[in-house]
């Protein structure tokens, strides 16, 4: 098995490391820096639950090589606020937007990226827009919600001058 | 008095804290120094007797430290492990399997990429064998005999209410429909898959068992019976469970990962961790359902008579159902459901095939599902052969709400209903008659829409102990209480949140009791170490049970409170009156002790002749179940071009009894009502006649996304259980139950003037458009 060396921006940290050419990125993300919020829930590329930003594009992190994300910077859960809360997060705790809480943060991430590129999506594109994402919990009703709610708190922000 | 949000307050959740910022600690969080990890070689085969397994083939991957098999097992007495029915099951077979993807051997290594390696190296020979999948003909004469231990494919016959009686009532009946119907298995693919992580520490002889599951003290005595000929003992095993990514009955049984590792982390002396993958669970862990039902309901005079259902459970190559001990069908007789008659009987025979064992629920209080689907077809066919509209048919035949107490002719004591109320709220906010003109008038223009109705009654909240036990342990559930000086407190309970907010709801119940505000207790589930003993987290019974004993552990501590109070205030206790969260006296509102105050007396000024603190401890055994219920009533259309089916409106009136905190509740409704309709629709495992599984990917079973779920509209009515100290019942499965008859009563009610009588689940576009063809009403294009 080949060795690599890459690094990668995490979450604004560079961290270089030697890898097998086939590690995952979530393995990457999961074992080699110990940030656990990724999560692993298939083994097909369909659930989404270890869906990090690459680039600002959401992606699911099993199906990335770590290799391949040499020299990009990548978002995951711990990273998504900057020590306060994201709006995102913020609006999926307001509108009880998890319940095991497995699937939110790449709910969550998928969702940031919804909104930096339409800072006003409609339900039917909330749904549209997170379909590659799988929760068996909520129904997705109060994910919607807090999508809406987290596009309001942003824009509030906006308004405000503090974004 | 400041307000101390307790029931019936929309309070946020305490534990989304640590999930939105991706700190909560799932089992493949843990890492312990040391650790190794387990993966699994499994067959390709369904049947099949296992010649030789190449142990050296994985040994020779780098970073592979030992293969474990049924042989290595067998030293230990390990290799087979009792099921929660009393069966067996292989942990890892010594020499032959039994149905596809079973574990075959396991091996162990430094590292998951070469635990994956090793097991993809690893070598075994077959001699496969012949298989039967289909249950009916595994009970042929002559049939492959799946188990070589036992005598028949037959597994049990268990039989309820008077056969003859319900044959006489259904003979004098005027008017008798009968339907078979099929319920598929089905899986709850929870999102986050099943594992462990083993710890034995040989110098202590001491095992901690980090695990996913709902049910920790259970499994931990269950743990020390099966271990004990090796010396381990109770108080040697620790079992925690970890916060858990969805469990919905997944995560009741015990699964052979878990001993293996268990088994590989004693043969290594270190750490062993076990996750499975998403094939690895779809394709072995328990299924649910996979029910082969025949039915009879009979009416007079537009009366309901008697219900009749003889069923063939598939149980797959072992009987491992998660029920209570005593009920190999679970509570499948509810299924007399939310009507008033005189005469049933049901019959379950369970049967082995060359399939995965299993028979656990899917989010579903035991077989619940199984029975409101029979009965709400059955209710549906009878309604129309009687000419009526299924409406109002039901509404006559309800049980009135001036009989409850309402004992079943099958035994159960339903304890409080208003099922008129709720069907009527429910056809009211969606528009029922109008509804009936639109498909009128839709009908003449060649549309096919329908509309359908479930009113169904739940059952759950086990025990009462004098019923139900599992393996003879009585299904009780627990909460310690205890205050500390500051008027905080810890709460720990018997059960094990998977996702529901017990951490909120419990703290709000608490906070109801005694005015202690719900962000100022912690509450924490899940460690034997530290919990009190309970039953877990299932069939909808942690706030019959553990919630009832938090409001009874609460209320303790409010008699001893009085006590300090009184001792504080010098005055007899008699004069003083309880506000929430302080006592004062009686006439003289100004002199009182809030609970808080009371808390630091506790701990300084405690009277004499009291010991000091303040906690307490509630075992409780619920006096009965509880029983919520409701009616949902779905819109469907569908195409005649692709047979695809679109709920067009769907709501859902729920009567869970007293709301805790009704955002939490409405949300346990939301994802019941998703993975309710999902079976009706999507979601299938399947298997061709050489036993290989289809849908044993995310790719080939479809849960469904946000596109895929409807939109629903929620109503309520209240009506509080009697016997539960606040008066509410579970929620957490109701809208799983009650959904699917809906949705499949709804598409046969718009083909129904096509001919169809029935259609099965789930109903693909596929299926339906086969019978819009059948029936020469397939649209072509």
């Not at chain 1, 979530?26 to 989404?48: A, K, N, P, Y």
């Not at chain 2, 006559?396 to 004992?407: G, M, V």
């Not at chain 2, 596929?766 to 294009?781: D, F, K, P, Q, Y």
Request: a negative charge; aromatic letters at 6%; glycine letters at 10%.
């Amino acid at each position: 098995m080949s060795s690599h060396h890459v690094t990668i921006q995490v979450n604004g940290e560079e961290h270089a490391r030697e890898v097998e050419a086939r590690l995952l990125l979530v393995h990457f993300i999961r074992e080699e820096l110990g940030l656990t919020g990724t999560h692993i829930g298939c083994d097909t590329t369909s659930c989404g639950a270890c869906t990090v930003l690459l680039d600002g594009t959401p992606v699911k992190s099993c199906t990335v090589l770590a290799v391949a994300a040499g020299g990009s910077r990548v978002t995951t859960v711990e990273g998504m606020g900057n020590g306060e809360l994201h709006p995102v997060q913020q609006g999926f705790t307001e509108k009880h937007g998890l319940q095991c809480g497995f699937c939110t943060p790449g709910m969550m991430l998928t969702s940031k990226a919804l909104l930096e590129a339409n800072p006003d999506p409609q339900e039917d594109e909330i749904r549209w827009g997170i379909s590659g994402n799988l929760c068996r919990c909520t129904g997705y009703v109060n994910i919607v919600k807090a999508v809406r709610r987290a596009a309001e708190i942003m824009k509030e922000s906006k308004e405000n001058g503090d974004g | 008095m400041a307000k101390c949000r307790g029931l019936g307050h929309s309070v946020q959740r305490k534990e989304d804290a640590r999930f939105i910022r991706g700190q909560g600690r799932y089992i493949d969080d843990i890492k312990l120094p040391g650790m190794l990890y387990l993966d699994i070689t499994r067959s390709p085969y369904a049947h099949a007797k296992i010649t030789k397994i190449h142990d050296e083939t994985a040994l020779a991957v780098p970073g592979v430290a030992a293969v474990i098999t049924g042989k290595t097992l067998e030293a230990y007495n390990l290799a087979w492990m009792p099921t929660l029915m009393s069966d067996q099951q292989m942990v890892l077979p010594i020499d032959t399997v039994k149905y596809q993807a079973q574990e075959v051997a396991a091996v162990v290594a430094t590292s998951r990429y070469a635990a994956a390696d090793g097991a993809a190296a690893l070598e075994v020979d077959y001699e496969p064998l012949p298989v039967v999948v289909d249950p009916h003909a595994a009970l042929e004469p002559g049939a492959t005999r799946v188990r070589d231990d036992k005598d028949s494919n037959h597994i049990f016959h268990w039989e309820h209410g008077d056969r003859e009686a319900t044959e006489a009532a259904l003979a004098a009946s005027d008017t008798v429909v009968e339907q078979a119907m099929h319920l598929p298995r089905i899986h709850v693919a929870s999102i986050e898959t099943c594992g462990c992580v083993a710890s034995w520490n040989p110098v202590e002889g001491h095992l901690t068992l980090y695990l996913t599951t709902q049910a920790p003290h259970a499994i931990r005595t269950v743990v020390a019976l099966v271990t004990a000929h090796l010396g381990l003992a109770e108080h040697r095993i620790r079992v925690i469970s970890p916060d858990i990514g969805g469990g919905f009955g997944g995560k009741v049984p015990v699964y052979p990962g878990y001993v293996i590792a268990t088994a590989a982390s004693v043969v290594t002396g270190k750490p062993v961790k076990w996750i499975e993958d998403r094939s690895e669970n779809l394709q072995a862990d328990s299924f649910a359902r996979d029910y082969h039902i025949k039915a009879r309901l009979g009416s007079k005079g537009g009366k309901i008579t008697a219900l009749s259902l003889d069923t063939i459970a598939d149980h797959g190559y072992s009987d491992a159902a998660a029920n209570p001990s005593k009920f190999p069908a679970g509570l499948y007789h509810i299924c007399t459901g939310s009507y008033d008659l005189s005469d049933a009987h049901v019959s379950v025979d369970g049967v082995y095939t060359n399939k995965p064992p299993g028979g656990i629920a899917y989010r579903c209080s035991f077989r619940v599902t199984e029975a409101v689907h029979a009965i709400e077809r059955m209710v549906d066919l009878l309604a129309r052969e009687n000419g009526e509209d299924p409406a109002d048919f039901r509404l006559r035949n309800f049980i009135r709400p001036d009989q409850f107490p309402y004992t079943s002719v099958l035994g159960w004591e339903y304890d409080s209903g208003d099922y008129g109320a709720a069907l009527e709220k429910a056809m009211d906010m969606i528009g029922y008659r109008d509804l009936r003109a639109e498909q009128t008038e839709k009908r003449a223009r060649g549309e096919l829409m329908g509309i359908g109705i479930s009113s169904f009654t739940e059952i759950v909240g086990a025990g009462p102990s004098k019923t139900f036990d599992i393996l003879g342990i009585k299904m009780f559930d627990s909460s310690e209480i205890r205050i500390h000086p500051t008027g905080k407190a810890i709460a720990r309970f018997g059960t094990k949140s998977q996702g529901q907010g017990h951490e909120t709801t419990y703290a709000q119940i608490i906070a109801e009791e005694l005015g202690i505000p719900p962000e100022d207790i912690q509450v924490e589930e899940g460690d034997t170490d530290t919990a009190p003993y309970g039953l877990g987290t299932y069939a909808s019974r942690s706030t019959p049970t553990a919630g009832a004993a938090a409001a009874i552990a609460s209320r303790k501590i409010r008699a001893k409170a009085k006590k300090i109070a009184a001792h504080l205030l010098e005055a007899d206790e008699a004069d003083l009156e309880w506000e929430q969260g302080r006592f004062f006296v009686k006439g003289s509102p100004d002199r009182g002790k809030t609970i808080q105050e009371i808390a630091f007396a506790a701990y300084t000024n405690h009277p004499q002749g009291l010991e000091a603190g303040l906690e307490a401890t509630s075992y409780y055994d619920p006096p009965n179940l509880t029983f919520p219920f409701g009616s949902y009533v779905c819109a469907v259309d569908i195409d005649r071009g692709t047979g695809q089916v679109r709920i067009r409106r769907f709501v859902a009136v729920d009567d869970c009894g007293v709301r805790i905190n009704p955002m939490i509740v409405e949300g346990q409704i939301h994802g019941g009502l998703a993975m309710g309709i999902a079976p009706a629709l999507f979601e299938e495992i399947s298997y061709d006649p050489d036993g290989n599984i289809t849908g044993g990917n995310f790719v080939e079973y479809l849960v469904p996304t946000a596109m895929e779920t409807p939109h629903w509209e929620l109503g309520e009515t209240v009506t509080p259980s009697p016997h539960h100290p606040i008066g509410a019942k579970g929620v957490g499965e109701s809208a799983t139950v009650g959904a699917p008859a809906a949705v499949v009563n709804a598409v046969v009610d718009a083909l129904w003037h096509l001919g169809v009588r029935h259609m099965e689940i789930p109903m693909t576009p596929a299926r339906v458009w086969s019978a819009l063809n059948e029936h020469g009403a397939a649209a072509t294009r």
